[in-house]
């Protein structure tokens, strides 16, 4: 069986240490390529570099996933910078919106996991609200993940996967404030927070706010390589299918 390749996007960070050494460094939780592993996907890291070279990027890809990380840049969006928005990441911004405009041209499955979820909304004419309380982990303790339920929306491809009220990791402080025209909105958490939104259509195009790398449930990530599965044996010639 086609075991397809999923990208998956990272940080780039001025320093990281391991060992003896202390270095600018791409690096990314072993937990995202070990769920696209776990879902039945090969996968890739795909650090900043040249949105020029996004499209061969993509080409190359039967998926690509935009994980969780910085905050976006409010000036993406002609937002002025609230006082609790993180430092921006340039970089990570422009390779991220270029990989995304690229899948989408290409009709390659995306997922968008947090971050990825509010860059996919900007992207495509959206906006965010900069700081919300409540969705981050336990009072005081930075870094550790919370959890909450969220509920599908009826007839959406994300209530298709998880048709209940589900239980979901999250680590999180912005979210959808205007919805991107063309998005809709799959879940929400029970202060009416979006948590998923999906691209209606031939294009599998999914964002999740939480964290399902995090977590035991694959429904998502499952989801996304079946697609880029079907994508690609559909794309290869019939005498090299196996």
């Known amino acids: 069986?086609?075991?397809?390749?999923i990208g998956v996007t990272t940080y780039l960070e001025p320093a990281a240490r391991w060992g003896v050494w202390e270095l600018p460094a791409a690096v990314l939780p072993s937990a995202y390529p070990?769920?696209?592993q776990r879902s039945g996907g090969l996968a890739a890291l795909l650090p900043p570099d040249a949105p020029a070279?996004?499209?061969a990027v993509v080409a190359r890809l039967d998926g690509l996933v935009i994980a969780g990380g910085a905050d976006v840049d409010p000036g993406l969006y002609g937002a002025e910078r609230d006082f609790r928005t993180g430092p921006p990441a340039h970089e990570r911004d422009a390779w991220e919106l270029a990989l995304l405009a690229?899948?989408?041209?290409?009709?390659?499955p995306v997922l968008g996991i947090c971050r990825g979820m509010q860059l996919l909304n900007v992207a495509l004419g959206g906006t965010l609200t900069q700081h919300l309380d409540g969705h981050t982990g336990p009072?005081?303790?930075?870094?550790?993940?919370?959890?909450?339920?969220v509920a599908p929306v009826p007839g959406t491809l994300y209530a298709s996967l998880v048709p209940g009220v589900a239980s979901v990791p999250t680590y999180h402080h912005q979210a959808v404030e205007r919805l991107a025209p063309g998005l809709v909105v799959s879940a929400h958490a029970a202060d009416g927070t979006?948590?998923?939104v999906e691209l209606p259509g031939a294009r599998w195009v999914l964002g999740v706010q939480w964290h399902p790398e995090m977590g035991d449930d694959l429904c998502v990530m499952r989801a996304l390589v079946e697609a880029a599965r079907t994508g690609a044996e559909t794309a290869r010639p019939a005498a090299h299918r196996v």
């Open 139 to 149: 009072f005081g303790k930075a870094g550790v993940l919370g959890e909450h339920p």
């Open 102 to 108: 690229a899948a989408m041209e290409a009709g390659t």
């Open 34 to 36: 070990r769920l696209v």
């Open 53 to 55: 070279r996004a499209a």
């Open 1 to 5: 069986m086609h075991e397809p390749l």
């Open 194 to 196: 979006v948590e998923a």
